[in-house]
């Protein structure tokens, strides 16, 4: 089985700061993957998802993220940080068409 | 736009109590899921629905069972609610498809006491 790994579970960056969250995978083919954000007390909404087309995938908001399959990660960042930035990030991998496993998330804190 | 909605966003039951969490999407996708979301865990998968009628368990099954009688519905269904399933669930949706994502409800947050 798949297994997603988010360093650090707790990130806190200045507004303006950039953002970085990392994801590792366990995948030994490329894999389908995805960022997905969660607001509090909500749902998750995708940010970005890589399909095999170009290894930088632009998402949502200024969010970017880059497949490095030598690596096997699949970081997600965003240059400039907003105070609505503030939320918990999910990454997620997929290899079929029914079976995603996610990473035990990563809390995003914006400090003004 | 694409729907998933799901009952209840708060709920409070009882030990031993039967509860059942509906869930409902609007873009006729083949597949459903249910999960489970507990600090520092992540999302951990219940079950999940491939077409009507078809069920797979997830990696956490015990405790719960699911139903889909029409395509647009899933239920899950705790058989007798105890205290260790106090949890945030989320219902998610997703086409046949390989690569394509999974559309999330907003998520019940139960409390069983």
């Known amino acids: 089985a798949q297994s997603v790994t988010q360093l650090g579970s707790h990130v806190s960056v200045s507004e303006g700061a950039l953002v970085l969250l990392r994801c590792n995978y366990s995948s030994s083919v490329p894999p389908y993957l995805f960022w997905y954000v969660q607001y509090p007390n909500q749902g998750l909404q995708l940010l970005l998802k890589?399909?095999?087309?170009?290894?930088l995938v632009k998402g949502i908001n200024d969010f970017e993220a880059e497949f490095k399959k030598s690596e096997t990660s699949f970081h997600l960042t965003k240059p400039s940080a907003h105070m609505s930035d503030a939320a918990e990030y999910f990454c997620a991998v997929s290899e079929d068409f029914n079976k995603f496993y996610f990473g035990s998330g990563t809390k995003l804190n914006v400090k003004p | 736009d694409v729907k998933v909605t799901q009952s209840s966003r708060y709920l409070v039951k009882r030990t031993g109590e039967k509860v059942f969490l509906e869930c409902v999407q609007d873009m006729d996708h083949e597949n459903m899921f249910w999960y489970r979301q507990d600090p520092g865990l992540g999302l951990r998968l219940i079950y999940f629905s491939y077409d009507v009628k078809m069920k797979e368990k997830g990696d956490i099954p015990e405790g719960y069972s699911v139903s889909r009688e029409k395509k647009e519905r899933f239920s899950l269904i705790l058989e007798s609610a105890s205290t260790n399933q106090t949890s945030m669930y989320l219902c998610?949706?997703?086409?046949?498809?390989?690569?394509?994502?999974?559309?999330f409800g907003p998520g019940t947050r139960l409390t069983v006491t």
């Open positions: 998610a949706s997703s086409l046949n498809l390989a690569g394509y994502e999974q559309y």
């Open positions: 890589y399909t095999s087309a170009a290894t």
